[in-house]
C-alpha cells in the first residue's frame, strides 16, 4: 500500500515540474524560481523599456543627477473632462473664462498694486497724515465771526440793537497740549507706515507662496498625465502577453485598476490645480474667471539667501528691518505723548485776542451790517441806513484762566490710566519682540530642513527609477510579477511627487525667512543667488 502511494506521487510530481520549467513566471507555484541572471544596464542612450519609452523619459539611476523637476506643456487631449449643464469644460481651464500665462514678477507686481490689504493700510496712513495736518492747525490761531440782534422794549418805544462781530484769538501757552497732540499725531502716522509696510512684506509672502503653490500643482498635475500615460501602456502591455499566451487574466485586471485609480488621481488633481489657481486670483485681487498658469519651465531649488549669513545674522536683521519693530517704537511714544497731552489740561491757559464790533449808534436806524467781498478781510458795509448811524469798535486783550474740572482728579486720573496704557505698549513691544524672534528661529530650521529633504527626495527618485527599471526587466524575463512592476511604478511617481514639493517647501520657507527679516521685497524673492555653473 505504501508503495502504491510513493509511485502515485511521483506521477503527478514530474508535470508540475515540467510545467514550473516551462513558464518561470508561475514558479512561485511549484517551487524556487529559477536563477535566471539579469542583463546589464543598457546603455545611456537608449531607455529599458521599449513600451515606456513610447511614453515618458524614466532615466536610470546613473542618469539622474539634476534635483531640479522640468515642467512641459501639458497637451489638453491627455486631460479628462467634467461635464456640466452647458457640455464638458474645457481641459485645464475648466469653468475659467480664459487661461492667464504669468510669471512670478508679473504676480508679486499685481499683488503690490491690487492687494486690497495693501490699499486699506494705505488709505489708513493716508488718514493718519490728515490728522497731523489737523493737530497742527491748533497751533494756527483761532477767529470767531458772527452776528447778534436784540430787541429791548421800553416806556415809549422799543429799540433794536444788530451787531456785527469778529474776534481773533492768538494761543501764547495752554501748557504744551497742541504740541504734544502734533507730536502725537506724528508718531501715529509714521506707525501706520510702518504696517502698511508690514502689509506689503505680508503680501509678498501671500502671492509667492500662492504662485508655488501652484507650479507645485502644476508639477503635480504632470506627474499625473504620466502616470496615466504609463499605466495605459502597461495595460496594452498585459493585454498583448495575454492575448500572446504570456500572461493571465488577473494581470490584467490587475492593470485595469491601477489606470482607474491613476485616472481618478489626474481628475482630483485637474481640480485642485483650478483651485490653486482661484486661491492666487484672490490674492492679487484679480477676477477668479482667469485662470492663471504659470510659464516657469523648471522648478529648481532656487537660492533667495545669502549663504553666508548664519542665524545670528538673520536674528540682527530681523531686529534693524522688521516694520513691526519700528511700529511697536512710534506707537510707543506716541502713548508718551498722549499722556503729555492729558495732564497738559492741568496748566492755565493764555491767550491774545482782537476783536472788532459793529452796531448802529441808536436804535432808529435798522441797518443790517454785511461783511464786504468774499472775508472780512475786505472790511464792513451797511446796508439800509445811513453810514453816519454806525458805530465801529476795536478791542485787543489778554486773556489767563485756569479751568480745573473736579479739582483736577479729572485729569490726573485720566494721565495714570493713559500712562498705564503707555506702559501696555512697551509691554506689548517686548512680545512683539520675542515673537519675532522665535519666527526667525524657527523659518531658519526649516530652510535646513527643507534642503536636506530636497537632497533625501532626489536619493528616493533615483532608487525609484532604478527599483521601476529592475522590476520591467524582472517581469520581462520572467522572474518578477506584475505587482512587484505597478508598486515600483507607484513608487516612482510618488517620488517624483515627494521630490516637487520638496522643492516648493525649500522655496517658501526661504521666502517666510525674508519677511521674518524684513528684507522680503520683488528683487529678492526673483533673485536667484546660486553660483552659476560653467560648463
Known sequence: MLLAQLILALFFALPLQSIAAERPDRANDAGPPPKIPLPPAPPADTKFSIDLKRQMDIPDAQKVDTKDVKLVPISPDKLPSLNAASGPLPAIRLEASYVEPTTLTDVLSIALENNLPIKIAKTEFRSKRYQVLASAGNLLPNVATGYTTSRTWFNGGRADAPGFYN???????????DVFRLFKSVHESKASNFACTKATNDVLLDAYEKYQDLLLQYALLQVRVKAVDVSTTQLQDNQD????????MFEVLQSQTRLAQDKQLLLRQQVTFRKAALLLAQTINISPAINVLPQDTLLSECLLLDPRLNVADFLTLAIDRRPEMKQNEQLRLAARRRVQEEL???????????ATNTKPKNDSSGGIIIPAGDSLAGGLISTGSNGANISNTFTAGFVLNWLLPGMGVVDIGNGLALREQARKVTLQANETLLRILEEVRASYLEVLTTKEEITVTHSAVTSASEELRIADLRVRYGVGTNLELLSAQKDYFDALSRQAEAIV??????????????????????????PIRVK
Open 167 to 177: 474776534i481773533i484769538y492768538l494761543p501764547v501757552f495752554n501748557g504744551g497740549q
Open 241 to 248: 502577453r495575454k492575448d500572446a499566451g504570456e500572461g493571465t
Open 505 to 530: 517647501n525649500y522655496r517658501k520657507s526661504q521666502a517666510r525667512l525674508l519677511r521674518d527679516t524684513g528684507t522680503i521685497s520683488i528683487a529678492s524673492l526673483t533673485t536667484d543667488r546660486r
Open 344 to 354: 497738559a489740561s492741568l496748566y492755565p491757559n493764555a491767550k491774545f485776542f482782537l
